[in-house]
């Protein structure tokens, strides 16, 4: 019987309005299909420097933190920035973190040091260069006690409703010995836990396919290195 | 100029069909608008114990794979388990964990000594009852380094996908004294990080809207107390 329950098996998923789901924003923008925004989440490094209107980042805020939290204990915070002088001071913190990490991972002192053939490092390099243009930085923070679990998922919702709306994104993170002068730069108290810096912005370029490894090679089936049924 | 680029500012956000996105899975059947999809993802804890059709575990398994993950190191394990014996065998061990964490934290032995007025662990001490009859139980796992900010993201995309589908779900945890049994339960090795636990299955009850603080309490605008411009 295809009644109340939706979703039931053999019975066809069926909507209602989705501007009926949220008391605070009207959803109806979010109309892209969860299977496109999924399937086509590439990670945006290159932003076009056009301003994203409040009532989308509205949305995009509005999305995150439907997202489930242990106990509904809802610890994560965002911090939306897009004020210019304040992306330029971070992009200047990002640039120097950036650069701090491949030092001490690689001994790179700049872009000199990266070998001609590497190819893999050059589009983060570029948004180490270009944070400071970006059109807004979403920062996912949290309250105590900070459990990953409780905070990360509003994230990937941020960011799919993010590219629903033509918005890209890039999940990125800052060295722990920079957490301070984040927090220095926006007045964000000691208490509070830093996960993402997430910048969005509308491409340069294209949304797409991204590039996985096959299911069956990072899915077991029933116990440890059970294969998949489709393998 | 609505070109090339979708979801340019002042241009319909356009759709190609979702049949394109994925060269492994057909991704036709999500066609759930994405803001239906979102916020309605009410942790579901109820399951009929109905089994879920093995083309629509592939499909939630290949929307979380899609997730990004640090420079793509795709990190991230899914186990998924759906033989009845091993869900019984976890289920003893969840009921287990879940009580010795409330002997932990309150001194409570069983549901005797939950307080009569206490309605917030009715459903999460139901389903430590009801896990061994679950239908399906995906584990978010990890290779090191174990980085949850390369392995969570993916489990929102299953949960959504999960949704899409008229799935029901919720992320659990385990102690992580329990995590040895756990591994020899499904042979999982030493080095294999654990994450959550994901029963699922179609509901009991409904989807529907979720209870959260509004945005102007836990997000903030430029600076840590500046007022969201929807305030």
């Not at 120097?96 to 490092?121: C, E, I, L």
């Not at 996912?140 to 679990?149: C, G, R």
Request: proline content about 10%.
């Amino acid at each position: 019987m295809c009644g109340q329950v939706r979703g039931q098996r053999g019975c066809p998923v069926m909507s209602e309005p989705a501007a009926t789901v949220s008391s605070e924003v009207d959803v109806t923008e979010f109309s892209m299909p969860i299977g496109e925004a999924i399937f086509t989440q590439r990670s945006i490094r290159r932003m076009r420097p056009d301003p994203i209107p409040v009532e989308h980042l509205r949305l995009v805020v509005a999305a995150a933190v439907k997202a489930p939290s242990g106990g509904n204990s809802q610890i994560g915070r965002i911090l939306v920035v897009t004020d210019r002088d304040k992306i330029a001071a971070f992009g200047e913190l990002y640039h120097r973190s950036w650069w701090a990490k491949r030092k001490a991972d690689r001994g790179w002192n700049g872009p000199a040091d990266v070998p001609p053939g590497d190819t893999s490092h050059a589009p983060a390099m570029r948004l180490a260069d270009e944070m400071k243009d970006v059109p807004c930085v979403a920062f996912i923070l949290s309250e105590p006690p900070h459990m990953p679990e409780s905070v990360l998922l509003s994230a990937q919702n941020l960011m799919l409703a993010a590219r629903a709306l033509g918005i890209g994104s890039v999940p990125t993170r800052l060295h722990p010995d920079d957490y301070g002068e984040f927090r220095s730069l926006f007045g964000v108290p000691d208490r509070i836990g830093f996960h993402f810096a997430i910048p969005l912005g509308y491409p340069r370029g294209r949304f797409g396919p991204t590039s996985r490894k096959p299911t069956a090679e990072t899915t077991h089936w029933n116990e440890w290195g059970g294969p998949v049924p489709w393998a």
